[in-house]
């Protein structure tokens, strides 16, 4: 069966500091892979998608970037984290119509 | 722009009550729309309609999809306090090869005892 896992499950950054949160996917081969964001009170908004390794499509310009290096690696990073980057990050994946998610990473930047 | 607007934004009810959950929809190209339930973590699938007209029914949960109005609503009856969560409306949309979710700002659920 299919598995995702993302980590880690919380973390708390300093403004100005690198960012890398993980997800994998199991039991399937070539997903579309999803990065959102979900801010309090605010639907998920999509910040990346991907549908092949290397192949990478940024839905919202912003200071973060995603990188798939392999077919079920999916890695959301910045450079330099902002206030604004608060918030609570969901990894998603689909083959077909259907999306499924991790188990989300809450990010606090102080 | 394509959007996904849900409603009401946020409800209070009793155990015991009938609630109606509004998704309204203008995605181009639309394939299907999907309810979620988030709790506290990841949202979790509920249904996918991609038929108007014919009810998806899961025990007290049940969707229907309108293509011709462009919306959706998902009920649930005799409310129960695990249901509140925040429910989650996405239209599945054309994505380069691949596809993808337009997902609404969800309606907050709470139900109290």
């Known amino acids: 069966s299919q598995t995702i896992h993302q980590w880690p499950a919380t973390l708390v950054q300093p403004v100005g500091s690198p960012l890398s949160l993980e997800c994998t996917v199991e039991g399937t081969s070539n997903p579309n892979l999803y990065w959102y964001r979900q801010a309090a009170g605010r639907g998920l908004q999509l910040l990346f998608y991907?549908?092949?390794?290397?192949?990478i499509s940024s839905e919202v310009p912003q200071n973060l970037s995603a990188s798939r290096p392999q077919d079920r690696q999916f890695i959301l990073s910045s450079k330099k984290l902002l206030l604004s980057d608060s918030g609570f990050y969901l990894c998603?994946?689909?083959?077909?119509?259907?999306?499924?998610f991790g188990q989300g990473t809450r990010l606090t930047v102080v | 722009e394509d959007k996904v607007v849900q409603s009401p934004l946020s409800l209070v009810v009793h155990e015991g009550d009938t609630v109606t959950l509004n998704c309204s929809y203008e995605?181009?190209?639309?394939?299907?729309l999907l309810w979620y339930k988030q709790e506290k973590k990841a949202p979790t699938f509920l249904f996918m309609l991609t038929s108007s007209g014919i009810e998806k029914k899961s025990g007290r949960l049940s969707s229907i999809l309108d293509k011709k109005e462009l919306f959706s609503i998902l009920n649930i009856t005799a409310t129960q306090t695990g249901d509140s969560a925040i429910y989650l409306c996405a239209v599945e949309g054309p994505l380069g090869t691949g596809n993808q979710f337009y997902f609404g700002t969800g309606t907050s659920l709470t139900v109290i005892p």
């Open positions: 991907s549908v092949g390794i290397g192949q």
């Open positions: 998603a994946w689909s083959v077909g119509p259907e999306a499924f």
């Open positions: 995605v181009t190209n639309f394939r299907s």
